[in-house]
């Protein structure tokens, strides 16, 4: 890899955004099984855990395969900083306050990954990564899905 290539930029920048994503779902959804009141948003922050932490485990293991460092740019960090943010606000609530605040979140980062996602396939280069972000697509698409149910379920926060 070169750091000259316009492809191993982009694909160690769709690296970086998995890694922040992913860590990103993993603390909100660490946060909400020890708040969250409704089991459903308990049931939803563990499937948040267990398939955010098995792709960040793809992801880095493909990083090391394809010999790609993740690229911290500032549009990375900026996501980092803007997830943080997001995470503190809905740390604010409790009861079922913070359950729908939890599910709202969740269906704005969901969109918003999904949104990355798809930006982020048409810059990379590697087909292994493609392949990566075309499987983790279809997950986080599944996760929002579930996440708009349950949000139906609750109502909303406002």
Known sequence: MTSSSVGAAGDAEALAYLIAANEGEISEAQSAQKKATSPEVKQYAAMMIQ?????????????????VSPQQTAAVQKFRQENKSSSMAVDQHSGSSFDRAFIE???????????LIDSQL?????????????????????????????????????
């Open 51 to 67: 398939d955010h932490g098995k792709n960040l485990q793809e992801t880095r293991k493909l990083s090391d395969q394809i010999s």
């Open 105 to 115: 979140q969740a269906v704005k980062d969901h969109t918003t990954v999904l949104t």
């Open 122 to 158: 048409s810059s990379v280069q590697n087909d292994q990564l493609k392949q990566h972000l075309t499987t983790t697509r279809a997950a986080v698409q599944k996760h929002l899905d579930e996440a708009k149910r349950i949000q139906g379920t609750l109502g909303a926060s406002k």
